[in-house]
């Protein structure tokens, strides 16, 4: 028979040990016990994270629950999952494409894929947002021949670009948009024209001239 806790302490204390005798006894029921007792605490701190979350989720209006799900979509397509499917929203790459453009400003070069979506943008397999590290003019500068047309919820863009700065970028990238979308149809001609979208930037910066510390400017004149 097992002998219970009280029995045991009863037995053991008609035991005379010696006073320097290090032997203790190490609770480790308690210690279970104790371990147990904490995972359940944050299961039920878990489980009212949760409630919580689900409650304030419908007393918020739909606008912003609305934004939530988008931001939680954009969570879950990062990485290597947002290549995979960029991939598969390309099959063949971009040259297999039907709306392809190239659009250049400074020394960047950027090619453009239109297909029917909901007005995201990818640029080199990363979220736009993320790859311009969420500068609003450079952002808006993708969006502004669709927004001319009123087509900026009608199409997902796809991007590979190199070269230049994110600048630069941005504007090739907004000069490829506008030229994809006159193969969709010829009479978006007249808006994107009158906007000067379908206008090549040649500007670059002129080059370094020997004797010179830039372009232009000249050393100091010392008279003596």
Same mark, same amino acid.
């Given at each position: 028979?097992a002998?219970s806790?009280?029995?045991?302490?009863?037995?053991?204390?008609?035991?005379?040990?010696?006073?320097t005798?290090?032997?203790?006894?190490?609770?480790?029921?308690?210690?279970?016990?104790?371990?147990?007792s904490? @995972?359940?605490?944050?299961?039920?701190?878990?489980a009212s994270?949760?409630?919580?979350?689900?409650?304030?989720?419908?007393?918020?209006p739909?606008?912003?629950?609305?934004?939530?799900e988008?931001?939680?979509e954009?969570?879950?397509?990062s990485?290597?999952?947002? @290549?995979?499917?960029?991939?598969?929203?390309l099959?063949?790459?971009?040259?297999?494409?039907?709306?392809?453009a190239?659009g250049?400003?400074k020394t960047?070069?950027? @090619?453009?894929?239109?297909?029917?979506?909901?007005?995201?943008v990818?640029?080199?397999?990363r979220?736009?947002?993320?790859?311009?590290?969420?500068?609003?003019?450079?952002?808006?500068y993708c969006? !502004?021949?669709?927004m001319?047309?009123?087509?900026?919820?009608?199409?997902?863009?796809?991007?590979?670009?190199?070269g230049?700065?994110l600048s630069?970028?941005?504007?090739?990238i907004?000069?490829g948009?506008a030229r994809a979308?006159l193969?969709?149809s010829?009479?978006?001609r007249?808006?994107?024209?009158?906007?000067?979208?379908l206008?090549?930037d040649?500007?670059? !910066?002129?080059?370094?001239?020997?004797?010179?510390?830039?372009a232009?400017k000249?050393?100091?004149?010392?008279?003596?």
């Amino acid at each position: 028979m097992a002998l219970s806790v009280s029995s045991l302490a009863a037995a053991l204390s008609h035991l005379s040990l010696p006073s320097t005798s290090t032997y203790k006894l190490h609770p480790a029921p308690l210690l279970r016990l104790r371990s147990t007792s904490r @995972r359940a605490a944050s299961l039920a701190l878990r489980a009212s994270a949760a409630e919580a979350a689900e409650l304030s989720e419908a007393d918020l209006p739909a606008e912003e629950v609305v934004a939530i799900e988008e931001e939680a979509e954009e969570d879950a397509l990062s990485g290597i999952a947002l @290549r995979k499917y960029v991939k598969q929203r390309l099959p063949g790459g971009f040259a297999a494409q039907r709306i392809t453009a190239t659009g250049r400003r400074k020394t960047a070069i950027a @090619r453009v894929v239109l297909q029917e979506g909901t007005g995201k943008v990818f640029i080199n397999f990363r979220d736009a947002k993320e790859y311009l590290q969420g500068n609003p003019m450079w952002m808006e500068y993708c969006k !502004v021949p669709l927004m001319t047309l009123g087509f900026e919820n009608n199409y997902d863009v796809f991007v590979k670009v190199h070269g230049g700065g994110l600048s630069g970028q941005a504007q090739a990238i907004c000069l490829g948009v506008a030229r994809a979308l006159l193969k969709i149809s010829n009479a978006n001609r007249v808006p994107l024209k009158s906007e000067g979208l379908l206008t090549r930037d040649t500007r670059i !910066v002129e080059r370094k001239k020997a004797g010179l510390k830039k372009a232009r400017k000249r050393p100091q004149f010392s008279k003596r």
